[in-house]
T-cell receptor, first 114, second 109 residues
Framework: DTEVTQTPKHLVMGMTNKKSLKCEQHMGHRAMYWYKQKAKKPPELMFVYSYEKLSINESVPSRFSPECPNSSLLNLHLHALQPEDSALYLC?????????????FGQGTRLTVV | GQQVMQIPQYQHVQEGEDFTTYCNSSTTLSNIQWYKQRPGGHPVFLIQLVKSGEVKKQKRLTFQFGEAKKNSSLHITATQTTDVGTYFCAGGATNKLIFGTGTLLAVQP
């Protein structure tokens, strides 16, 4: 059972649409992450938030805009996406930021850009 | 940049056969984690290894961390159909995890 909840589970959007992905965790974790995963590939880190502040942006295009309203919530705002942005978007959290902490993943949002 | 490679990319076994996936990093790691992702699912944490040469077991799964902390392996004894999925190692770097390329395991009943 996952303790990281993502909504929606599936999303189809046009290239001119604006949409948001949402992620929530109630484990008291202080680090939250967005990953992008294409088929048959490993998760690719996009953003890291630590104590509600953006600490890592892995050179992600500005059409992806993260937001951390509080320690339990993480959003990913999407605007003017391209078909190649279609992927599984995974949210994760860990006790603290850093590779020594195990990550808990949400079930993901499967995004299709048409 | 830092890379973590896994071999093989894909392995197909008969149920009851053993399976091993190998993970190699281009740099020394502080720790290694292993995750399993079922088809259509999300990565689920299996284990973390921290010490050089560490070996840990979980039932039929045996995990090893190399002496130089640059490689790791996962061995499954007597595979079952429930073992199907992609196994990712993830190397601990200073402020993030670096996921390996993954090994997809298929188990034929």
């Amino acid at each position: 059972d996952t303790e990281v909840t993502q909504t929606p589970k599936h999303l189809v959007m046009g290239m001119t649409n604006k949409k948001s992905l949402k992620c929530e965790q109630h484990m008291g974790h202080r680090a939250m992450y967005w990953y992008k995963q294409k088929a048959k590939k490993p998760p690719e880190l996009m953003f890291v938030y630590s104590y509600e502040k953006l600490s890592i942006n892995e050179s992600v295009p500005s059409r992806f805009s993260p937001e951390c309203p509080n320690s339990s919530l993480l959003n990913l705002h999407l605007h003017a996406l391209q078909p190649e942005d279609s992927a599984l978007y995974l949210c994760a959290s860990s006790q603290e930021r850093g590779g020594q902490f195990k990550a808990f993943f949400g079930q993901g949002t499967r995004l299709t850009v048409v | 940049g830092q890379q973590v490679m896994q071999i093989p990319q894909y392995q197909h076994v008969q149920e009851g056969e053993d399976f091993t996936t190998y993970c190699n990093s281009s740099t020394t790691l502080s720790n290694i984690q292993w995750y399993k992702q079922r088809p259509g699912g999300h990565p689920v944490f299996l284990i973390q290894l921290v010490k050089s040469g560490e070996v840990k077991k979980q039932k039929r799964l045996t995990f090893q961390f190399g002496e130089a902390k640059k490689n790791s392996s996962l061995h499954i004894t007597a595979t079952q159909t429930t073992d199907v999925g992609t196994y990712f190692c993830a190397g601990g770097a200073t402020n993030k995890l670096i996921f390996g390329t993954g090994t997809l395991l298929a188990v034929q009943p």
